[in-house]
């Protein structure tokens, strides 16, 4: 589509003129954005919506035509409905964008695999806070994930058990070395 003819002169607008060089880094019209958004447990609902409307504002602020994609439910759980859509989406390059608030929301572990699945079907990832935690940070809270996961398994999601082992483990991460365990 030309901007503009004026006098045998095309004039082309700046993105026109990216798409016709190939160089063109702006979202396919044709196919939607979609924003990814997950809590781990039914408690944490509240948190779900203020994710939900955190990256309805950035895709709104960016002009994306999106639809939203939530679930609730662990990060190390592939089964969750919400994600099993988005990776059929992302497989029948379906969409040209999946945009999440942290990386961690997309999945705990396996993010890279995702990334790849992403880049061969031509469909970019955009990630809004990219925050870097310490490794420290990062461990203890895919540790947590770990245990709440086996130990609402073992003894139900609502047993006091569990919910003692998840208090244990976050009061105790405290980053300082265990006398116990200090080299003599």
């Known amino acids: 589509m030309i901007l503009h003819r004026s006098g045998g002169t095309r004039y082309y607008s700046d993105e026109q ?4 060089l190939g160089k063109s880094n702006s ?3 044709d196919k939607p954005v979609i924003g990814y958004c997950r809590v781990s447990t039914k408690s944490q609902k ?3 919506e203020n994710q939900i409307k955190n990256v309805k504002t950035y895709m709104i602020s960016r002009g994306y035509q999106f639809d939203i994609i ?5 990060g190390i759980n ?12 992302i ?10 608030l942290y990386k961690d929301r997309l999945v705990r572990f396996g993010f890279d695999l995702i990334k790849y699945l992403c880049e061969i079907n031509d469909v970019e990832i955009e990630i809004i806070d990219n925050s870097e935690y310490s490794k420290e940070q990062e461990l203890t809270d895919d540790l947590i994930q770990i245990i709440t996961v086996f130990a609402n398994r073992l003894y139900g999601s609502r047993s006091k058990k569990t919910k003692n082992l998840i208090k244990e483990v976050m009061s ?6 265990d006398q116990n365990y200090t080299n003599t």
């Open 91 to 100: 497989n029948g390059k379906e969409i040209s964008k999946v945009v999440v």
């Open 70 to 74: 939530s679930d609730v439910g662990s």
């Open 46 to 48: 509240d948190d779900l």
């Open 78 to 89: 592939y089964n969750n409905s919400g994600l099993k859509k988005l990776v059929s989406l």
């Open 17 to 20: 003129l990216e798409h016709i």
């Open 172 to 177: 105790n991460d405290t980053g300082e070395e």
């Open 27 to 29: 979202v396919n019209p």
